[in-house]
């Protein structure tokens, strides 16, 4: 039994810093190709749409609606459609606000979920690209312009945009902070392999005709922007990033929303995966189907299982622990202290853990440099570091476990 979980650590060690390693020398590979967009002919802009979905916002929907007033973009080719889906609070109301400005369209249907409110506003719009802002997100002035100079590709049939926590303020914010900014690095260099598998939500546009080619938005275990994007990967439709196109969302301060988001996006990942398994390990899906999904899939098992091993280690060995640190002249008296370093056991475990931890770093610091973030405090690492570790397992275990017995999770 000891063996064999030693094997298993192993072997999500080298998985994980395997991949690690990749996508690092993936990204120095292709750094000196990455460019900010160019001026373009204001002619040549096409016509935009931009759907924002609400249910019950009444708290959040004027700054969301405001800052896309306020995009760098010729408005007489702007629209903003704004689908109420069946909100119960007063959302509809206030938004009554803004029903005689030219740019905006105000819709009310019955609650559906946001995959219908996205499918209405597709069905009611003409413009060249369609895209979508949450109804709790924000975006920089000049995101439309940098996002729209990509589709000069005439091979390109999405973009997606880089996303940042709004303001964080207490400790689970700021670890998310730290996870949205591995996630601009990991979208910027899975852009390089042509391996995105979600289109997030916020901000992410395509061309009319993906939908004309592909059909609109589907029910997908509260993912659709996964399901989308792995939809277009099975149809050869390109999907990259605009790393400087900034899109603000006001992330969950508390651990009960933090917890059901993970649990949201977790589930949601495996189960596309799982629905879309016909890509896996295919020539034809190239680095999505050889590597990308098959690893993401893979550490998630990976991780729960060492967490296991983990846990079953620790609740055997802690007592020997404490004999241990005795026997070592470990003194927990005060003001005595001592210890010898000859003692830390340098064995393969910690020299590949510590190695892994190196190029994690690396990857947030980068993804911090592509959200034009500086390193001002170091606050924001140390909660990852620390907490992140022992909270993720927690909605790990629930989303697999959601999984194998079919059970949905729910959007709110």
């Known amino acids: 039994m000891f063996e064999l979980s030693n094997l298993l650590v192993y072997f999500s060690l080298f998985i994980s810093v395997f991949f690690e390693v990749f996508l690092l020398l993936t990204f120095l590979e292709h ?45 007489d080719k702007l629209k903003i459609m704004i689908v109420d889906d069946g909100s119960t609070d007063n959302s509809w109301n206030l938004i009554q606000k803004y029903k005689d400005n ?23 719009s003409q413009s060249e690209i369609l895209g979508c802002l949450d109804a709790d997100s924000f975006v920089a002035p000049n995101a439309l312009k940098k996002i729209v100079w990509h589709f000069e590709d005439p091979t390109v049939m999405s973009v997606v945009p880089s996303i940042k926590v709004f303001e964080p303020k ?16 990991m979208r910027k260099t899975l852009s390089f392999l042509n391996a995105l598998y979600v ?49 603000y969302t006001v992330s969950p301060s508390k651990f009960k929303a933090l917890y059901r988001q993970q649990l949201r996006w977790v589930y949601g990942t495996l189960k596309n995966i799982i629905d879309y398994r016909d890509l896996l390990m ?44 005795r026997n070592i002249n470990f003194n927990f008296g005060w003001p005595e202290f001592s210890f010898d370093w000859f003692y830390i056991k340098t064995d393969f475990h910690l020299i ?16 911090k440099k592509l959200a034009g973030e500086k390193l001002h405090s170091a606050t924001d690492l140390i909660y990852f570091f620390i907490i992140y570790p022992f909270i993720a397992p927690i909605w ?11 059970k949905k999770t729910v959007w709110r």
């Not at 460019?35 to 924002?52: G, L």
């Not at 207490?170 to 690095?185: D, S, T």
């Open 31 to 75: 750094r000196t190709t990455i460019q900010s967009h160019q001026k373009m002919n204001p002619n040549s802009f096409p016509t935009a749409t931009i759907v924002v979905p609400c249910f019950n916002e009444e708290a959040s929907i004027f700054g969301t609606i405001e800052s896309l007033l306020a995009l760098d973009y010729p408005k």
């Open 102 to 124: 030219p740019v905006i369209e105000l819709y009310k249907k019955e609650n559906g979920g946001k995959h219908t409110a996205l499918n209405f506003a597709i069905s009611h």
């Open 170 to 185: 207490n400790v689970f914010q700021k670890i998310q902070k730290v996870q949205y900014e591995w996630g601009i690095f």
């Open 199 to 247: 289109t997030p939500g916020p901000f992410s546009f395509f061309r009319r005709e993906v939908f004309e080619k592909i059909g609109p938005y589907r029910q997908a275990h509260n993912t659709e922007d996964c399901e989308m994007a792995l939809r277009m990967q099975r149809n050869h439709l390109k999907i990259t990033n605009c790393h400087d196109a900034y899109i």
């Open 282 to 325: 295919k020539k034809e899906y190239g680095n999505l189907g050889f590597l990308v999904l098959p690893v993401v899939f893979i550490s998630a098992v990976s991780a729960l299982i060492v967490t296991i091993l983990f846990l079953a280690r620790a609740s055997i060995h802690l007592e020997q622990f404490f004999v241990n640190l």
């Open 352 to 367: 590949v853990g510590l190695a892994a931890f190196m190029i994690v770093i690396s990857i947030i610091l980068i993804g």
């Open 396 to 406: 790990l275990f629930k989303a697999f476990y959601n999984v194998l017995t079919d």
